[in-house]
């Protein structure tokens, strides 16, 4: 009952906007807590609006279930074009498929490529996995214990884990003595949980914590300034969170991240859309932004 009566909802917005000769575009994720995710889905609404498109937002909160049964809701309100946010379209394939073969055009940020999908627009995630790994290593002489947190659900961040595994064959006296599979939502404070106990199980052999992205540091750093706050822990991420950004700039444990540029992929993925609704084909299937590392020294900041 739910479910048909948000379709029905969705159908009377897609109604009001067609009389105004809008473009609907139905904006779905199951993770807009994050900030990231947060952050291109408000760049990609002003793109919209500039745009003149009615864009809808829904957020399932981690409900994989309910992404897959909104996607069936705005597929049969006939929307004009469904953009998915930091999701793998694999996971709800069979809605993705039937969106495209109804005509209605899938573009996905921060995702990846599937079949039914005309664009994503990321990172190359296997490179920020590298350059998380490279610096890490480096800081630590490559030679150390780390902790993983990883999110394999992720199709970006399960990237980021495969190049983290290519380093580690490359570095043999880098060892990983503790992983965990992150819950989402609510990365900071099940990071910080995780943290807390493997400074009590394990805190003198941890030398730096691996973070798939920079909320599980963040968590990290919070336990680590509670419990140990002289530890030489180093802890790294990705994205260029900027909280985590500040705590580098404080000289926190955190020592680097690397660094998305989430509006360029919010921005990448209106464009696209634009050429698709005007007909045209994506030059590419994916397309990548840019990303930097982000350190004390880049920062101009110099730390004890």
Same mark, same amino acid.
């Given at each position: 009952m739910? @479910?048909s009566?948000?379709?029905?909802a969705?159908?009377?917005?897609?109604?009001?906007a067609s009389?105004a000769s809008?473009v609907d575009?139905?904006?779905?994720?199951?993770?807009?807590s994050?900030?990231?995710?947060n952050q291109m889905?408000k760049?990609f609404e002003d $793109?919209a609006r500039?745009?003149?498109?009615?864009?809808t =937002?829904v957020?399932t909160r981690?409900?994989?279930?309910q992404l897959a049964?909104?996607?069936?809701d705005?597929? @049969?309100?006939k929307?004009?074009?469904? =953009?998915?946010v930091?999701?793998?379209? *694999?996971q709800?394939?069979?809605q993705?498929?039937?969106?495209? @073969?109804?005509?209605?055009?899938?573009?996905?940020?921060?995702?990846?490529?599937?079949p039914g999908?005309?664009?994503?627009?990321?990172s190359?995630?296997?490179e920020?996995?590298t $350059?998380?790994?490279?610096?890490?290593?480096? *800081?630590?002489?490559?030679?150390?214990?780390?902790?993983?947190?990883?999110?394999s659900?992720?199709?970006?961040?399960h990237q980021?884990?495969? @190049?983290?595994?290519?380093?580690? *064959?490359?570095?043999p006296d880098?060892?990983v003595?503790?992983e965990?599979?992150?819950?989402v939502?609510?990365?900071?404070d099940?990071?910080?949980?995780?943290?807390?106990?493997?400074?009590?199980?394990q805190?003198?052999?941890?030398?730096? =914590?691996?973070a798939?992205?920079?909320?599980?540091?963040?968590?990290?750093?919070?336990?680590?300034?509670a419990?140990?706050p002289?530890? $030489?822990?180093?802890i790294?991420?990705?994205d260029?969170n900027?909280?985590?950004?500040e705590?580098i700039?404080?000289?926190?444990?955190i020592?680097?991240t690397?660094?998305q540029d989430f509006?360029?992929?919010a921005g990448l993925a209106a464009d696209?859309?634009t050429?698709i609704?005007?007909?045209?084909?994506?030059?590419k299937?994916?397309?990548?932004a840019?990303?930097?590392l982000?350190t004390p020294e880049?920062l101009?900041?110099?730390?004890?």
């Amino acid at each position: 009952m739910r @479910a048909s009566l948000y379709a029905l909802a969705f159908a009377g917005l897609v109604a009001t906007a067609s009389a105004a000769s809008a473009v609907d575009i139905a904006v779905l994720t199951p993770y807009q807590s994050s900030v990231a995710t947060n952050q291109m889905i408000k760049v990609f609404e002003d $793109k919209a609006r500039a745009a003149g498109w009615n864009a809808t =937002v829904v957020d399932t909160r981690g409900d994989m279930g309910q992404l897959a049964s909104r996607i069936e809701d705005v597929t @049969a309100a006939k929307v004009g074009a469904i =953009v998915l946010v930091s999701v793998d379209p *694999k996971q709800i394939q069979d809605q993705v498929s039937a969106a495209a @073969a109804a005509g209605i055009p899938v573009v996905t940020i921060d995702g990846a490529t599937a079949p039914g999908v005309a664009l994503n627009v990321t990172s190359d995630n296997f490179e920020l996995g590298t $350059k998380l790994s490279d610096f890490l290593f480096d *800081k630590l002489g490559h030679k150390g214990n780390i902790v993983k947190f990883y999110y394999s659900a992720h199709p970006g961040v399960h990237q980021r884990e495969l @190049a983290l595994d290519a380093a580690l *064959k490359k570095n043999p006296d880098i060892k990983v003595i503790a992983e965990h599979y992150m819950v989402v939502p609510g990365p900071i404070d099940d990071a910080r949980k995780t943290t807390e106990d493997l400074l009590k199980s394990q805190g003198d052999q941890i030398d730096a =914590v691996w973070a798939a992205w920079d909320e599980p540091a963040i968590g990290a750093e919070l336990a680590i300034e509670a419990d140990k706050p002289d530890s $030489k822990i180093i802890i790294a991420g990705i994205d260029g969170n900027p909280q985590a950004v500040e705590l580098i700039k404080s000289c926190s444990h955190i020592k680097g991240t690397v660094s998305q540029d989430f509006d360029a992929m919010a921005g990448l993925a209106a464009d696209g859309l634009t050429k698709i609704l005007a007909g045209q084909k994506p030059e590419k299937a994916e397309l990548y932004a840019p990303a930097k590392l982000i350190t004390p020294e880049t920062l101009g900041v110099t730390c004890p």
